[in-house]
């Protein structure tokens, strides 16, 4: 009999597009609430419990409390939210970051999704902490652009709804300029760092698509790394990967520019090394409900149902 899954917050952006992905699988099938009982906490709660998963699409508060429905033991939940990201007890969903980490997904009945930002960060600096060559005190800054469905429906309207008292037409736009944006301690601990890295987000006029940079100014790391260094080291960290692809010196050096969108609708990453022996500049482009949400939660029900990874992907 094939396992039964479960989206609470189905309505919801990555509740949808998790929904699309799995609705013509054979390998298990997905059940729904009643769209009239969406609110009901007994329906929801003995959905919850009768499924052998559920992917929380819910806002971090609604995620908590979902969780404290939950009294079969056997329930597998994946959390989309930032409720859990670094709790206790509950396993980060990135197969790739680590050794040991796709394994660990297996074995848990309590995984967290990775956010769309960290998921590149991580992606670039978490070979580059562990083989020494970013020193875990280094004052690290990011700067990422994403979609503007990467901020959800009320971002979504921002953009879309001319009607919206909110609505903009802004064709770009930095935000979290106070560094009170929740990603940080995310990345901060799947990485390894000793401080939180310096966090520049912003948003453009279009629907998805991501790209995460970290620069680094090579003199001012322990033995002035290469950038052919980093990138071997990177490729080698990678090298097994099909979700992660890092990009040849030579593919990056035949960019003159790189933009968001090329791998919308995928639940691919790629990793470029741009720059020189002096600067480097490390960039992650994915799909920002892609790897960064969406496809991410299916593969992480994936290992967790012990199907095939790339099922839906």
């Not at 003199?219 to 071997?232: A, G």
Request: one cysteine or more; proline letters at 5%; glycine letters at 10%.
């Amino acid at each position: 009999m094939a396992p039964t899954v479960f989206i609470d917050g189905e309505a919801g952006t990555t509740g949808l597009q998790i929904a699309d992905r799995l609705r013509d699988r054979k390998d298990l099938e997905l059940v729904s609430i009643d769209p009239t009982r969406r609110k009901d906490a007994d329906e929801r709660a003995r959905m919850i419990n009768s499924a052998d998963a559920v992917v929380l699409c819910l806002p971090d508060a609604a995620a908590i409390e979902a969780v404290s429905l939950v009294e079969n033991a056997n329930t597998v939940i994946i959390d989309a939210s930032t409720a859990h990201r670094i709790a206790d007890g509950w396993v980060y969903g990135f197969a790739e970051m680590a050794k040991g980490q796709r394994e660990a997904i297996a074995k848990s009945k309590r995984i967290s999704n990775p956010g769309c930002y960290p998921t590149g960060f991580i992606g670039l600096m978490r070979p580059l902490v562990e083989a020494g060559i970013v020193p875990v005190d280094h004052p690290v800054t990011t700067n990422a652009v994403s979609g503007y469905t990467g901020g959800g429906k009320g971002m979504i309207s921002m953009f879309e709804d001319e009607a919206s008292e909110n609505h903009t037409k802004e064709a770009f736009r930095g935000y979290a300029l106070a560094q009170s944006h929740k990603h940080p301690p995310e990345m901060k601990v799947h990485v390894g760092l000793g401080f939180l890295p310096m966090f520049a987000p912003a948003v453009g006029r279009y629907a998805q698509g991501m790209l995460v940079e970290v620069p680094l100014i090579t003199r001012s790391l322990p033995n002035s790394p290469s950038r052919s260094h980093i990138h071997d080291v990177l490729s080698a960290f990678y090298g097994d990967e099909i979700f992660v692809d890092v990009k040849s010196l030579e593919e990056c050096d035949s960019v003159g520019s790189i933009e968001p969108e090329a791998l919308n609708g995928t639940n691919m990453m790629e990793l470029f090394v741009f720059g020189s022996d002096d600067q480097v500049r490390l960039v992650a482009r994915l799909d920002n409900l892609g790897k960064g949400a969406s496809g991410a939660a299916v593969q992480n029900l994936n290992i967790a149902l012990g199907l095939e990874e790339k099922s839906g992907l």
